[in-house]
Antibody, heavy 122, light 107 residues
């Protein structure tokens, strides 16, 4: 069974850091690009960042560029999101998602994890 | 950046109704358009990709059409399980943008 399980969410103060993880199973992880998508409470979906499978090229939304870093460890089938300089408007459920292709070009998201909540508050 | 506009924001309908949700892109995205269904507290579920291709396991009452800048999601006969929020997403190139969502409510 294809599965994505996120972890690492929690409460953090403004300006703080947090690292999210997403453990993947049931598919050949290195063959697929992976992404993070977030959803603020009561709001819509916002794409955050993506990373291609083999070359590990990275892509970011303007709202997180320079503060968030996406990475992956293909030997551990795990995706990461390092979040620094967190702000209140980063508060959201963060989903990891498997893409339909390997290079994040014209790929959509066919498998999603259950999400992990990040709350940025003092 | 490409903006996606969905309409309506809220739709009230009854079981058995045929409903249509529209998504407009601020510039042409060819057929790089997906539709997702999301229920409260759950992750989104891919329904349609490449504007009109049905994702494996999705009931055939769901259908997508359109190209360029205007797209539609049609549910041919609403079932109780279909009441949820629906999002369109453009994935033309390396950037992705979601529509603001359409909440489908029971009339």
């Amino acid at each position: 069974e294809v599965q994505l399980v996120e972890s690492g969410g929690g409460l953090v103060q403004p300006g703080g850091s947090l690292r999210l993880s997403c453990a993947a199973s049931g598919f050949t992880f290195t063959n697929y690009a992976m992404s993070w998508v977030r959803q603020a409470p009561g709001k819509g979906l916002e794409w955050v960042s993506s990373i291609s499978g083999g070359r590990q090229s990275t892509y970011y939304a303007d709202s997180v560029q320079g503060r968030f870093t996406i990475s992956r460890d293909n030997s551990k089938n795990t995706l990461y999101l390092q979040m620094n300089s967190l702000r209140a408007d980063d508060t959201a459920v963060y989903y990891c998602a498997k893409e339909t292709g390997g290079d994040h070009y014209c790929d959509t998201f066919d498998i999603w994890g259950q999400g992990t909540m990040v709350i940025v508050s003092s | 950046d490409i903006q996606m506009t969905q309409s309506p924001s809220t739709l009230s309908a009854s079981v058995g109704d045929r409903v249509t949700i529209t998504c407009r892109a601020s510039q042409s995205i060819s057929s790089w358009l997906a539709w997702y269904q999301q229920k409260p507290g759950k992750a989104p579920k891919l329904l349609i990709y490449k504007a009109s291709s049905l994702q494996s396991g999705v009931p055939s009452r769901f259908g997508g059409s359109g190209s360029g800048t205007e797209f539609t999601l049609t549910i041919s006969s609403l079932q109780p399980d279909d009441f949820a929020t629906y999002y369109c997403q453009q994935y033309n190139g390396y950037l992705n943008t979601f529509g603001q969502g359409t909440k489908l409510e029971i009339k």
